[in-house]
């Protein structure tokens, strides 16, 4: 059973309901500072979008997620994926960078591991990369799973937790859109193949 997890409480009062124009612009705003977790996880708890905004960046796609771009700079990308019933990203890291999700629509599993071991660990120490990749035996463990839902707690990622597998599970039987926010933008990852025990670095792109 994936457990839920309770709303993280703002630090700043009451949410402020804003246009997705106006939120754009205040992680704009953001990125021209220090961007921290924190700092980036108070502005979205404090400043909540109304769900029919994000409609005019919903695209879908029958067999697969995608990934639909509203805003990016230098230092952040603000993106907006729709999930289709059943559509699974595969374990995968996210380069050492910091993240954010929040649920606007449904639900989603994300399912937690850590890395362990492998037989190319030389291909970890490369520059501006958290690794190359093209191990052929690797060890993860899974750590934990948590539910993401509208209202809930953001979901993260940072430089010590950054592997998960994010899934909109069948037999909920419904869609999800999800808002994620990344800081850098992220252009690459490594994808882990438990089954055939290899891992390789994918190029990411958007969808619209």
């Known amino acids: 059973m994936v457990p839920d997890v309770s709303p993280t409480p703002a630090n700043a009062g009451p949410p402020q309901y804003v246009s997705i124009d106006a939120f754009v612009a205040g992680i704009k705003a ?3 500072g220090v961007i921290t977790k924190t700092i980036v996880s ?6 909540v979008v109304n769900p029919a905004d994000f409609d005019r960046f919903k695209h879908w796609e029958p067999e697969r997620h995608t990934r ?3 805003f990016r700079n230098e230092m952040i990308e603000v993106m907006l994926i729709c999930w289709n019933v059943g559509n699974q990203t595969p374990l995968h890291t996210h380069n050492g960078q910091l993240g954010w999700m929040e649920m ?5 599993k994300v399912e ?4 362990l071991a492998c037989n190319k660990p030389e291909n970890q120490e490369v520059v501006g990369l958290d690794c190359l990749a093209g191990a052929t035996a690797i060890q993860m463990a899974h750590i934990d799973d948590e539910l993401v839902t509208p209202g809930g707690a953001l979901n993260t990622v940072d430089k010590s937790h950054t ?3 994010i899934s909109n599970l069948q037999e909920w039987n419904e869609r999800a859109v999800s808002v994620h926010i990344y800081s850098r933008p992220i252009d690459s990852c ?3 193949d438990l089954e055939a025990q290899r891992c390789y670095r994918r190029d990411l792109k958007y969808d619209f």
Do not use: A, M, W
């Not at 937690?112 to 890395?115: A, D, E, Q, W």
């Open 163 to 165: 592997i998960h597998r």
């Open 104 to 108: 606007i629509e449904g639900k989603l």
């Open 190 to 192: 490594v994808v882990f």
């Open 42 to 47: 108070d502005y979205l708890q404090n400043n």
């Open 68 to 70: 639909n771009l509203i």
């Open 30 to 32: 953001l990125s021209e």
């Open 112 to 115: 937690n591991f850590r890395h």
